[in-house]
């Protein structure tokens, strides 16, 4: 019964997100709350000042009241008198509902302050340069992987092991450095960071081209070090397809090396390359932190790093709300498509 299994997945998915949340909202109560009753008296403050202008002839006392009676009725409104769990309780809710509220600091590009705004603005930023990159990685992997298992102990296999040793332990941070002051520096070849050059072109073509210009060193920096790994990866999961029985079956029948390999084999070994990839894939879904900052790349890692150098809390709550919901999203529909991709896992059976 697969839509029992997609009905339990998806409520285990919902339920994790929820208790990772309510820790999120747990962890930031404090200062969450510290900003909270920050903004409520300078909001306060500002419809103070407001109604003492329409009326010249407020009374001190009178403007004290109002101030006492507003602050009172927005701390009432957003919880605060209520006890702690009750309030984490609440925020957890909100962020469920993405009512993330206002950011402090930051502000979109239309200049708006509502935290998923801000966020919603990002999010295509990170999917666009993690998701060339992966869509490469894997191309440029499974390729080399399979010509790597065709070629298992010669030259070639060896040779690229050697490379995948060292290329794969260099910090990303690091030979991204090194790529900006040789390509951006030293042989002004491509720009050292953004999206666009600045004014960016007008035209939709320069636009996109501009844009395609500025993904090339960073695509080309993550590519670099993930696909080695990734290809030395598929080379032991086919070498160990090519073990099967089904295998020395299909040899048997005659049928030749290259349809065994890309029609059999990697058909079987499919699943667990689809798995490595989509959990690569997930695990930039919040943006690299330290690389987007090299390349000064504005997705969901820039903002993070930009939100807790301005201590601006909503806007960290809210990226880390919606990154973990994107991930635990990702592994549910992934446990969804392997029943599709392996016939041999059981989605509702009995033994």
Do not use: C
């Not at 990170?126 to 030259?155: C, E, N, P, S, Y």
Request: hydrophobic letters at 50%; zero cysteines; aromatic letters at 10%.
């Amino acid at each position: 019964m697969y839509w029992k299994y997609f009905v339990r997945r998806i409520l285990y998915a919902v339920m994790i997100l929820a208790i990772t949340v309510f820790v999120f909202s747990a962890l930031f109560s404090t200062v969450a709350e510290q900003v909270l009753r920050a903004q409520i008296i300078e909001q306060v403050n500002a419809e103070a000042l407001t109604l003492a202008r329409q009326r010249t002839s407020l009374d001190p006392n009178a403007a004290q009241v109002f101030r006492e009676y507003r602050t009172q009725q927005l701390i009432r409104r957003h919880s605060l008198d209520q006890p702690m769990a009750v309030r984490v309780v609440k925020r957890t809710l909100d962020a469920l509902t993405l009512q993330l509220g206002n950011s402090t600091q930051i502000k979109s590009a239309a200049g708006e302050t509502d935290v998923m705004t801000i966020i919603a603005e990002r999010i295509p930023r990170t999917l666009l340069l993690f998701g060339v990159v992966a869509v490469i990685d894997i191309v440029a992997g499974v390729w080399l992987g399979m010509r790597k298992a065709r070629q298992a102990g010669k030259l070639m296999d060896r040779s690229t092991d050697i490379v995948t040793m060292i290329v794969f332990g260099l910090p990303t941070w690091w030979l991204g450095m090194l790529l900006i002051m040789v390509f951006a520096f030293a042989i002004p070849i491509f720009p050292s960071g953004a999206m666009h050059a600045s004014p960016p072109p007008e035209s939709s073509l320069g636009y996109f081209l501009d844009l395609m210009y500025h993904l090339v060193l960073p695509v080309f920096t993550l590519v670099i070090l993930g696909f080695w790994g990734r290809a030395y990866i598929t080379r032991n999961i086919v070498l160990s397809t090519l073990q099967e029985d089904f295998i020395m079956s299909a040899r048997a029948r005659g049928l030749s090396e290259r349809r065994i390999l890309f029609g059999h084999t990697l058909r079987a070994a499919a699943p667990p390359i689809v798995t490595m990839s989509l959990l690569a894939l997930l695990g930039s879904v919040g943006g690299a932190l330290i690389f987007e900052g090299i390349f000064s790349w504005p997705g969901l890692g820039n903002l993070y790093w930009v939100a807790v150098q301005q201590n601006d809390i909503p806007v960290l709550m809210g990226n880390l709300t919606v990154t973990t919901a994107l991930y635990i999203g990702g592994l549910a529909f992934l446990d969804l498509i392997y029943g599709f991709l392996d016939p041999r896992v059981k989605v509702g059976g009995k033994a």
